[in-house]
């Protein structure tokens, strides 16, 4: 079956630099993808989204850029602080099912004072 | 918090116990969901209820019986279950199935599952 990955497992980063956590998906009938942010003890929570028609889309210190040609996906995190430690995953959407999304296994991001 | 409450946070029961998992949402979505989450395997989803009716049980054994007495509280009942059941089991709620929920898919904290 199709499915959402990502290329590492761990990623550890100097407290200020900043983070890209890649995401691979395979699926390319889905318009749809959401980053996730799971902090220990805590359920995931929604960070950024972005559709398949867009390249690009910018919150607060965070970016998410999607490369339609080689079906990747990417989170960038600026000037990373203490409270950005958890594990992120991707999601994709392609309608299919009452959810429709279908979730990457995630990447631990560590933050080294 | 969420607006997603899951009680209990850990639980730890024996293969012939018989326990439920519990959630609760304070959002005023109608639809809600429970999915597994094990260590290094992507989220799984097990059931989704919409409007108290279950549109979808993703070939989940029969020893998870899910139970949905109304928008607001969600039950995932266990029996006879096996080690590797042990896992975080997650509750969310959403207004609406599919798209126009997906981007508003709020969790809980999760229930903590070990089978002994």
């Known amino acids: 079956g199709e499915s959402v990955g990502l290329h590492l497992p761990t990623l550890s980063v100097q407290e200020g630099d900043n983070s890209i956590i890649n995401c691979a998906y395979s699926?390319?009938?889905?318009?749809?993808f959401i980053w996730y942010k799971q902090e220990s003890g805590k359920g995931p929570q929604f960070i950024i989204d972005i559709r398949s028609n867009m390249d690009k889309r910018q919150g607060q210190r965070v970016t998410v850029l999607l490369n339609k040609t080689v079906k990747h996906l990417s989170l960038q995190i600026a000037a990373t602080q203490p409270g950005d430690s958890a594990v992120y995953f991707c999601?994709?959407?392609?309608?299919?099912?009452?959810?429709?999304?279908?979730f990457g296994k995630g990447t631990h991001l560590i933050i080294q004072p | 918090e969420t607006g997603v409450t899951q009680t209990p946070r850990h639980l730890v029961m024996g293969m012939t116990n018989k326990k439920s998992l519990k959630c609760e949402q304070h959002?005023?979505?109608?639809?809600m969901y429970w999915y597994k989450q094990s260590a290094k395997k992507p989220l799984e989803l097990m059931f989704v209820y919409s409007l108290e009716e279950r549109v979808e049980n993703n070939s989940v054994p029969s020893r998870f019986s899910p139970e949905c007495p109304n928008s607001s509280h969600l039950f995932l009942h266990l029996h006879t279950l096996q080690p590797e059941d042990s896992a975080l089991y997650l509750c969310?709620?959403?207004?609406?199935?599919?798209?126009?929920?997906?981007?508003?898919?709020?969790f809980g904290a999760g229930s903590r599952l070990t089978v002994l």
């Open positions: 999601a994709e959407y392609s309608g299919g099912g009452a959810d429709g999304l279908t």
């Open positions: 969310a709620s959403s207004p609406g199935t599919g798209i126009s929920g997906a981007n508003v898919l709020t």
């Open positions: 959002l005023g979505h109608n639809a």
């Open positions: 699926n390319s009938a889905s318009d749809y």
